[in-house]
């Protein structure tokens, strides 16, 4: 599948070259932390499909059991992904719900047999449980109608409006949760592409334990419809780039 839908307008790669984005940018992005840890998650349902027996890690491709060994798999992917998607999505992509989808194959595509497909299974943490596996279609299908599609590149000239459609963007997919695994990583990745796609950088989330907590009780907040907290710390997240 391609999302290049215009050959004559340049592919990400080269605006954030251009920029003097530096590779491995995904550093920057990424929370290293023992959130991947599966069993953080409770799960109603089935868990076949994803866990391995001692329900301890995510089954995977490679036949990794030990924890850190398969973050450490899941970052270097991460990292691929963020080269091959800057290549192939240009600034003209529209940034929709299958690009999401897409992307999460990207990423997780050579570890999970699961990758780029939404989740079949139930799945919470404390204080919230997240729609039900049948709505996830529905659910994204709406996202892409009544968030994705509202916030065309062309309308995100000030920062302000920036920050504002990452937020509830965010917000809205992180309350959604459509996949068994790894949804925040890819809607940062996602969102860093429609920043670069409006000439900006991609965001430098603050991987601090406060960085993280602050993360967690902003997606929270997102889950009763409340943005503030996710665009206020998208605010800063975009400034920790700039110089001051
Ligand atoms: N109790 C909670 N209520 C609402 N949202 C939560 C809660 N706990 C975590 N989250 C959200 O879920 C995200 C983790 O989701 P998931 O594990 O699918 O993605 P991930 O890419 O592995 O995330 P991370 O990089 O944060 O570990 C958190 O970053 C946060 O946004
Ligand atoms: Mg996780």
Redesign the pocket.
């Known amino acids: 599948m391609s999302f290049a839908h215009n050959e004559k307008t340049p592919d990400l790669r080269r605006l954030a070259v251009f920029q003097g984005l530096q590779e491995g940018m995904y550093a920057m992005t990424?929370?290293t932390?023992d959130?991947?840890s599966a069993s953080?998650?409770s799960v109603g349902g089935s868990e076949n499909e994803y866990m391995d027996e001692q329900q301890t890690v995510l089954k995977n491709k490679k036949g990794i059991t030990d924890l850190q060994a398969l973050f450490v798999e899941e970052e270097k992917s991460l990292a691929k992904a963020y080269e091959s998607l800057l290549d192939e999505v240009r600034s003209d992509t529209p940034i929709t719900s299958e690009l999401i989808r897409y992307a999460h194959g990207v990423v997780f595509g050579d570890l999970y047999d699961w990758a780029g497909r939404w989740r079949t299974v139930t799945i919470s943490?404390?204080?919230?449980t997240w729609p039900p596996p049948d709505y996830l279609n529905d659910a994204m299908r709406e996202f892409e109608r009544e968030v994705l599609l509202t916030y065309p590149v062309s309308s995100l000239t000030t920062d302000q409006e920036f920050c504002k459609a990452l937020g509830h963007i965010?917000g809205e997919f992180?309350?959604i949760?459509p996949?068994?695994?790894?949804?925040?990583?890819?809607i940062?990745l996602v969102t860093n592409l429609l920043a670069v796609q409006t000439g900006r950088l991609p965001l430098a989330y603050d991987s601090s334990d406060a960085g993280?907590n602050r993360?967690?009780e902003?997606?929270?907040a997102?889950?009763l419809k409340e943005y503030d907290l996710m665009i206020a710390l998208m605010k800063d997240a975009l400034n920790a780039l700039k110089p001051s």
């Not at 943490?125 to 919230?128: A, L, N, T, Y």
């Open positions: 990424h929370m932390d959130q991947h953080r998650y943490k404390p204080g919230v965010q992180l309350a949760h996949f068994r695994e790894g949804n925040a990583r890819t940062k993280r993360y967690i902003a997606a929270k997102a889950t």
